[in-house]
């Protein structure tokens, strides 16, 4: 699996005008090789492929990684590059300019300029995030898996949940349920937001005790083998107020018009469209802030797709995954989001998410 993604990666090498690329980022580390040490980088010409790393790591390379090259990372930094890149003879090096810091730069560029002044150092943005874009079928099977352990969470922990818990307690029992059923470490913190702080969209869960009949905004993931999950609902314990019936229909409406209009090709400006038309029509425009959604995969935010009114004018493709999730904000009474995740398959979304939502109960 991992070969047929380094000969995707080779085939951008030209384009990139470059002759290899120093790999940096974890994720796609872990792409390009299936390592999950937490050190090392990974150098790809267009004939080998190295992972350098140290001596923490060197049986889990020889398991994980055996179709790589290991090289030791020994000494200082000034040691040790040289010595991966010198004789590989590299001319155009390309690096991961958003995923190293400035001061990793300048080190980098001192010595190569120092050791290999022929060298040429170039910035790419997101070559391998791209590939990472469209799923394959071993990807999309952890992704569902994902989705499931969420799934059941959401439902085993919401259906004892009463006035007085904490937004804090929530937030860990959800938590405790997914590492208890299969989870590696959550892929982002999870969110409880009740009464007020529910219009706050990434809301800290604090020791703030949730009351009957406000909304609770829950936003929580699970990770199986590397691949995250996203999910939002927003509930209620017992009666909701008229304005909680009120903007939950519309986020329900405008959420249900996305999932049936979007289709492969569309980009994610009309797609964002599908359900920011609905939201704004009903005068609630300034209180939807976000974007409709963006691409689920290794990251909780992967590179693609976007679908935003911001988002770049590229086509959904079939095999990506992304979330859906429109919501309206009110500050000082709190707010409402839907989120599911999905996949475009044969033109069409597919969801992968299917906890229940309120209006369902």
Known sequence: MTTNRLAKLRKQFDH????AILISHPSNRFYLSNFTG????????????LLATDSRYFEQVKQQSPHFILFEMKGRTEEWLPQLIGPQGIHRLGFESPNITYSFYKE??????????ELKLIPLENIVEKLRSVKEP?????????????????????????AGTTELQLAWE???????????????????????????????????????GVPIVIDMGARFNGYSSDLTRTICIGKPDDTFIKIYDVVRRAQEAAIEGIHAGMNGVQADG????????????DMFGHGLGHGVGLSVHDFAPRLSYLAPPEPIEDGMV??????????????????????????KVKLLSHARKWHER
């Open 322 to 347: 992304f979330s859906i999730e429109p919501g309206i904000y009110l500050p000082g009474w709190g707010g409402v989001r839907i989120e599911d995740l999905a996949m475009m398959e044969n033109g």
């Open 138 to 162: 071993g990807e999309l099977a952890n992704i569902q898996r994902a989705a499931e352990i969420g799934d059941k969470a959401f439902e085993a922990v919401t259906k004892k949940l009463k």
């Open 174 to 212: 959800l938590e405790k349920y997914m590492r208890e059923h299969g989870s590696q470490s959550m892929p982002f913190e999870v969110i409880v937001g009740a009464g007020p702080n529910s219009a706050l969209p990434h809301h800290g869960p604090a020791e703030y005790p949730i009351a009957a």
């Open 108 to 117: 980098m560029s001192t010595i190569l300029e120092k050791t290999l002044p």
């Open 274 to 285: 599908l359900a920011r038309n609905i939201i704004n029509s009903t005068g609630y425009a």
């Open 38 to 49: 937490s050190a090392g980088y990974l150098l790809i010409t267009q004939k080998d492929a």
């Open 16 to 19: 990139a005008e470059v002759d």
